[in-house]
């Protein structure tokens, strides 16, 4: 079957930080871009950052450059992101997208609260 | 504030043709490709729609997708209870750098 599966979501204070894993299975997950993609709750679809294929490049959104890094392991399938300095507004369902070309698969999503 | 506009409501009735738009810029629709996701309430989104007219394997052909200049639309026809649900456009934007979502539209079939 091919999925992604999202962990490492949790309750954080502010200021910390924290590591977010995707395990792929059942597909090639070398072959494809990656992604993070968050909705905070009630709220849309806010893409967060995206890797290519091998690591040479990446991509974030203005509101996370300089605290957050992707990065992605091609021998293990998996896709990371390293959360630091987090804000209340960083509060989010986390999904991981991996996809092009008509493929795209999501994860089920991991929940990030950023509360004191 | 969506870098991508989209109406907040669409509905029909059951049968019906509605049509969702995506209003952007010359930076993203104007120059990349369009992509549409659906979302139901709880789960992840589904990819219906890419490279603007594209359909993925699975997709019903009820689904279609047009681009015309800097605006794109989504369009379902003889509409099921079963397409009640959130939809997000999405595209490459040159001058962020990044990919940008519409605000999304809840879809609610009377």
């Known amino acids: 079957e091919v999925q992604l599966v999202e962990s490492g979501g949790t309750l954080v204070q502010p200021g910390g930080s924290l590591r977010l894993s995707c395990a792929a299975s059942?597909?090639?997950?070398?072959?494809?871009?990656m992604s993070w993609v968050r909705q905070a709750p009630g709220k849309g679809l806010e893409w967060v950052a995206n890797?290519?294929?091998?690591?040479?490049?990446?991509y974030y959104v203005d509101s996370v450059k300089g605290r957050f890094t992707i990065s992605r392991d091609n021998a293990k399938n998996s896709l990371y992101l390293q959360m630091n300095s987090l804000r209340a507004e960083d509060t989010a369902v986390y999904y991981c997208?991996?996809?092009?070309?008509?493929?795209?698969?999501w994860g089920q999503g991991t929940m990030v609260t950023v509360s004191s | 504030q969506s870098v991508l506009t989209q109406p907040p409501s669409a509905s029909g009735t059951p049968g019906q043709r509605v049509t969702i738009s995506c209003s952007g810029s010359s930076s993203n629709i104007g120059t990349n490709y369009v992509y549409w996701y659906q979302q139901f309430p709880g789960t992840a989104p589904k990819l219906l729609i890419y490279?603007?007219?594209q359909r993925p394997s699975g997709v019903p052909d009820r689904f279609s997708g047009s681009k015309s200049g800097t605006s794109a639309s989504l369009a379902i026809s003889g509409l099921r209870s079963e397409d009640e649900a959130d939809y997000y456009c999405a595209a490459w934007d040159d001058s962020l750098s990044g990919r940008v979502f519409g605000g999304g539209t809840k879809l609610t079939v009377l």
């Open positions: 997208e991996a996809g092009g070309n008509g493929m795209d698969v």
């Open positions: 490279r603007n007219n």
């Open positions: 890797i290519k294929q091998d690591g040479s490049e990446k």
């Open positions: 059942g597909f090639t997950s070398s072959s494809y871009w």
